[in-house]
């Protein structure tokens, strides 16, 4: 028999807040986290905008520690504190705690920022602190060092689909038996002018300049790219027996999961989204449920003229036409490698509460988007399942299936 996992906390920190529940409000609200970009080395990129963080992080972390970490890495812990205490702080053996947070691109700032110290000051003024700063497992480690895991920090590295891979493995360490309780989920804060610069070299990102508020707009026919974000999603994953016994609140039970891969592209999904349809069907299957259960899913839809189509067919083909979708990245851009997690705890919460939140932006649909999204506003609806996808460069697809306790 399948062990029963269920998710007891959660937290964020996001470009529409600095905290889980006021990006919950905040998507309900359908607002929209994108600005101009107002550092000066942004006047020399084609794309200037972005979805930056509601709360600087430096405000809440400590001085001190903050010269330590890298900013993905504060983002992950501030998360990860926020998902432990609103778990209750389980008391649990820290021989069966884990953590499984991972990230797509990691330090990337600190390893800029150092270079360039290098280049201008020479060896002895780089950081002690550079390689823990730089190294992608550095948020997960961190975190596993707050609480003091002892099951193993695990980094999941999968591009645009860690989020809600790191999740994944998550469920399968408690499932096999290797932990009780996982502080699970993902981080990104790479707003730099490397890595923006790179992304408008492949003509991936938006360049609606002078509409930063509505440049994210996932099925629409004006779409030009997507919005580059950061932020970062933890849930606390925990056996229901062990959350039961000690008294927590229950959101909702992690019912299933898949993981595909395209065997296509690099960069471009398969057109007929042949890996995502996989993946969603390992996940219906691993959860238990008929596609009929899922009324709604969060969808990956990242304001990308390809991306988008893609998904669209594989829901079609996994799901049929019922559920109702949306893509909460309309208005908090694209977080990357916590973009899965950030939107796992949307789901996570439109299950608890029966709404899902809007897509904004959506003006003119596009001709093949014959799908039921909630455009625009929430929309109030008993959610027995959802579903969260995630895909990413490589080729990289996961799927979650959360269901009502």
Same mark, same amino acid.
């Given at each position: 028999?399948? =062990?029963?996992?269920?998710?007891?906390?959660? +937290? @964020? $920190? !996001?470009? &529409?807040?600095? *905290?889980?529940?006021?990006?919950?409000?905040?998507?309900?609200?359908?607002?929209?986290?994108?600005?101009?970009?107002?550092?000066?080395?942004?006047?020399?990129?084609?794309?200037?905008?972005?979805?930056?963080?509601?709360?600087?992080?430096?405000?809440?972390?400590?001085?001190?520690?903050?010269?330590?970490?890298?900013?993905?890495?504060?983002?992950?812990?501030?998360?990860?504190?926020?998902?432990?205490?609103?778990?209750?702080?389980?008391?649990?053996?820290?021989?069966?705690?884990? =953590?499984?947070?991972?990230?797509?691109?990691? +330090? @990337? $700032? !600190?390893? &800029?920022?150092? *270079?360039?110290?290098?280049?201008?000051?020479?060896?002895?003024?780089?950081?002690?602190?550079?390689?823990?700063?730089?190294?992608?497992?550095?948020?997960?480690?961190?975190?596993?060092?707050?609480?003091?895991?002892?099951?193993?920090?695990?980094?999941?590295?999968?591009?645009?689909?860690?989020?809600?891979?790191?999740?994944?493995?998550?469920?399968?360490?408690?499932?096999?038996?290797?932990?009780?309780?996982?502080?699970?989920?993902?981080?990104?804060?790479?707003?730099?002018?490397?890595?923006?610069?790179?992304?408008?070299?492949?003509? @991936?990102?938006?360049?609606?300049?002078? *509409?930063?508020?509505?440049?994210?707009?996932?099925?629409?026919?004006?779409?030009?790219?997507?919005?580059?974000?950061?932020?970062?999603?933890?849930?606390?994953?925990?056996?229901?027996?062990?959350?039961?016994?000690?008294?927590?609140?229950?959101?909702?039970?992690?019912?299933?999961?898949?993981?595909?891969?395209?065997?296509?592209?690099?960069?471009?999904?398969?057109?007929?989204?042949?890996?995502?349809?996989?993946?969603?069907?390992?996940?219906?299957?691993?959860?238990?449920?008929?596609?009929?259960?899922?009324?709604?899913?969060?969808?990956?839809?990242?304001?990308?003229?390809?991306?988008?189509?893609?998904?669209?067919?594989?829901?079609?083909?996994?799901?049929?036409?019922?559920?109702?979708?949306?893509?909460?990245?309309?208005?908090?851009?694209?977080?990357?490698?916590?973009?899965?997690?950030?939107?796992?705890?949307?789901?996570?919460?439109?299950?608890?509460?029966?709404?899902?939140?809007?897509?904004?932006?959506?003006?003119?649909?596009?001709?093949?988007?014959?799908?039921?999204?909630?455009?625009?506003?929430?929309?109030?609806?008993?959610?027995?399942?959802?579903?969260?996808?995630?895909?990413?460069?490589?080729?990289?697809?996961?799927?979650?299936?959360?269901?009502?306790?």
């Amino acid at each position: 028999m399948s =062990v029963e996992v269920v998710v007891t906390g959660m +937290g @964020a $920190t !996001t470009p &529409l807040g600095g *905290d889980a529940m006021s990006t919950w409000e905040a998507m309900l609200a359908g607002k929209s986290g994108v600005s101009a970009l107002t550092q000066e080395w942004a006047a020399q990129l084609t794309v200037r905008i972005a979805a930056q963080l509601a709360v600087e992080p430096t405000e809440k972390i400590d001085r001190i520690q903050a010269r330590r970490l890298d900013r993905s890495e504060m983002t992950a812990i501030l998360a990860a504190r926020e998902a432990w205490a609103d778990a209750g702080t389980p008391d649990v053996d820290k021989d069966r705690l884990a =953590v499984s947070i991972g990230t797509g691109i990691g +330090g @990337a $700032t !600190t390893l &800029l920022n150092q *270079d360039d110290i290098l280049e201008a000051s020479g060896p002895r003024k780089v950081s002690p602190h550079t390689v823990p700063m730089l190294m992608p497992n550095g948020p997960a480690a961190w975190v596993g060092l707050e609480v003091g895991a002892r099951a193993g920090v695990h980094c999941v590295a999968s591009a645009c689909a860690t989020g809600a891979e790191a999740i994944a493995h998550a469920l399968d360490l408690i499932r096999l038996g290797r932990a009780d309780v996982v502080l699970a989920g993902g981080t990104e804060a790479v707003v730099h002018p490397l890595p923006i610069a790179g992304f408008a070299s492949m003509r @991936a990102m938006s360049v609606r300049n002078d *509409d930063p508020e509505r440049a994210s707009r996932p099925w629409d026919k004006g779409r030009d790219g997507f919005v580059l974000g950061e932020g970062a999603g933890v849930i606390v994953l925990e056996r229901a027996d062990h959350a039961r016994a000690r008294g927590a609140r229950i959101y909702a039970r992690i019912a299933g999961a898949g993981i595909s891969s395209d065997g296509y592209d690099i960069v471009q999904p398969h057109p007929e989204g042949n890996g995502a349809v996989r993946a969603i069907e390992l996940a219906l299957r691993d959860a238990g449920v008929a596609k009929a259960d899922i009324l709604h899913v969060n969808a990956h839809a990242t304001s990308t003229p390809v991306g988008d189509l893609a998904e669209i067919k594989a829901l079609h083909r996994a799901l049929g036409e019922h559920a109702v979708i949306t893509s909460t990245k309309s208005m908090t851009g694209h977080l990357l490698g916590a973009a899965g997690a950030v939107e796992s705890i949307a789901t996570i919460l439109a299950v608890h509460h029966g709404v899902v939140p809007p897509t904004i932006n959506l003006d003119d649909p596009d001709d093949e988007l014959d799908l039921d999204v909630a455009a625009h506003k929430a929309r109030h609806l008993e959610i027995p399942a959802a579903l969260n996808n995630s895909f990413g460069f490589g080729g990289h697809n996961a799927a979650l299936v959360f269901t009502r306790v």
